[in-house]
């Protein structure tokens, strides 16, 4: 299949551009973000620049490209900026996705679209299905929300798929949760804090771009929860990379959400846990426990700050 990417350049397009290439399929990588125009080495596609906020740049690539697919990865991911400038968040989540949508109408192909645990509000106790009613509390949430309506009405082959804490990108992408961690143990630090009240599902982008895959083959369109196996909390997932790096000269201490509000004044989910109960339900759930995952992204992107303890 021919392929045209959006925002390929960040976390997840680091995983999922390789895998599709691998696969055998032609990709288009695109973004507005061309500080790296060859990000995956030789042999694999460079970047060409596509910013989705403008309607006639979208129009004119899905034209040029004619493609088979087209992967909607591109969005403002910050929370804290979301909520700062909400035009920019509904343009770039929103407003930019309806352009790639009926771009993709008017060229008759699927759509994939990437979406988020982020748009329940976090209240319920069990984990979060397809079948549950999002009910987003911050403006990432809300405008991502509203993607994933403008995607399913105007796109009939639709894909939307919501990911859980994205964990991908090695050391130059990676920009979550994973690698403040590991930066702070690359400092020096010899305490870590991580707060427990907040509960989620991490996704391993590799295992995502390969379920993906395989969703896309199928044909089987509609709304899908993507994540890993298992669940935790912040500081559960901090405890986990301490665990596989070796470093348990680092204190972990775990905190309540109020330790980091100056710095992320942005309301979250107490609970963005998600079960892949529909990809349960079609036996095409490949996403392994978080726990595994998590271990080979940090032995294979952060080697550097295992201990030779651990590797003993
Ligand atoms: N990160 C997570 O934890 C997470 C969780 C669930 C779902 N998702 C979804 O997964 C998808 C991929 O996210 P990611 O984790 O790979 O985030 P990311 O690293 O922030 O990547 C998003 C990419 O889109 C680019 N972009 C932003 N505005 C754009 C525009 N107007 N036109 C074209 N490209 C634009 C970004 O460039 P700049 O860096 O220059 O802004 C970045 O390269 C997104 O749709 C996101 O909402 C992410």
Known sequence: MRILVTGSAGMLGSALVPTLVRAGHDVRATDIDLTDPLPWGPGLPSLSHLDVRDAQQVRHAV?????????????????????????????????????????????????????????????????YTEFDAPNPINTYGASKYEGERIVARTVEQHYIIRAGWMVGGGARKDHKFVSRIADQVRDGATTVYA????????????????????????????????????EGSRFDVAAR???????????????????????????????????????????????????????????AEFPDLVTSVRVA
Not at 216 to 230: E, I, K, P, Q, R
């Open 63 to 127: 034209g040029a490209t004619d493609p088979d697919l087209v992967l909607h990865l591109a969005a403002e991911t910050s929370l804290e900026i979301s909520d700062a400038d909400q035009d920019h968040a509904y343009l770039t989540n929103a407003i930019g996705t309806k352009y790639v949508a009926l771009a993709a109408r008017s060229a008759a192909v699927p759509m994939v679209y990437i979406s988020t645990a982020g748009v329940f509000d976090g209240s319920k106790d069990g984990a």
């Open 195 to 230: 707060v427990t009240d907040k509960l989620g599902t991490p996704t391993y982008a590799p295992d995502f771009s390969r379920c993906l895959l395989g969703l896309v083959d199928s044909g089987l369109f509609g709304l899908y929860h993507m994540a890993c196996g298992g």
């Open 241 to 299: 990379i301490l665990e596989v790096l070796g470093r348990d000269d680092v204190e972990l201490v775990p905190v309540g959400s109020e330790h980091f509000a100056a710095e992320f004044p942005s309301p979250r989910p107490r609970s963005e846990i998600m079960r892949n109960m529909v990809l349960d339900l079609q036996g095409m759930n490949t996403m392994r426990p978080w726990r595994v995952a998590l271990e080979e992204y940090l032995l």
